[in-house]
């Protein structure tokens, strides 16, 4: 459900905690503090239960569903639910459905990229956005029966197990021939994440580097 979201639940952050809070002690405002759950899908059908008129409910039946923003709200409402069930019960939580039926190119990036705005959002989040990345994983499972890891949240494997985006940057940026490359990986791996037609980012993943390269 989370594969277009830039990154898997981030566990007890003191966001996440505080939407547990609110769920445990006000559930009634939820909807008012809560930013909800937007889920892109590759077509929505609805199917009205009485009359089709505007505001009648409806059932949906939605193919290709995942979560691009929401994340967080989904494993706070879980974990509260455990925790307080009854608490959680008068609780609402607005939900968006968008379908991505003749939407045009990069529309999936350009939602997540908009709706991401409660947890800090910086370019390496956006970095994993994009298709490369799920593609190289698909290569380290193909290739090398090993894990490639891009978003953030996602357990990092171990060395023998595979790598995560971040090791994977800094390797490509050592073994660059652009030695400057190496030099920002050194000050700091967030210099790795930019992706202008010239920044180290299209620069590292742009042509796609194989598993077995990186």
Known sequence: MFDRNIRNPLGTT?????????????????????????????????????????????????????????????????????????????????????????????????????????????????????????RIRDDFRTSLDKEYVFRRGELVPTPAAGCSMEEGAVALACGHPDASLSALANASTEHLWEATSEGACTRLFGRQPSALQI
């Open 14 to 134: 003191p966001l996440n905690l505080g939407i547990m809070e609110t769920l445990r002690t006000a559930p009634e405002n939820f909807s008012y503090f809560n930013n909800g759950i937007t889920l892109l899908c590759d077509s929505i059908e609805t199917e009205f239960i009485s009359r089709p008129v505007e505001g009648a409910p409806v059932r949906l039946r939605l193919t290709g569903a995942t979560v691009v923003n929401g994340a967080q709200t989904i494993a706070s409402v879980y974990h509260a639910h455990q925790r307080y069930p009854e608490n959680v019960v008068p609780a609402s939580v607005p939900v968006r459905f968008i379908s991505l039926a003749n939407a045009p190119e990069g529309f999936t990036r350009s939602v997540g990229a908009a709706t991401n705005t409660q947890h800090h959002t910086g370019s390496r989040d956006f970095a994993a956005l994009d298709e490369v990345q799920a």
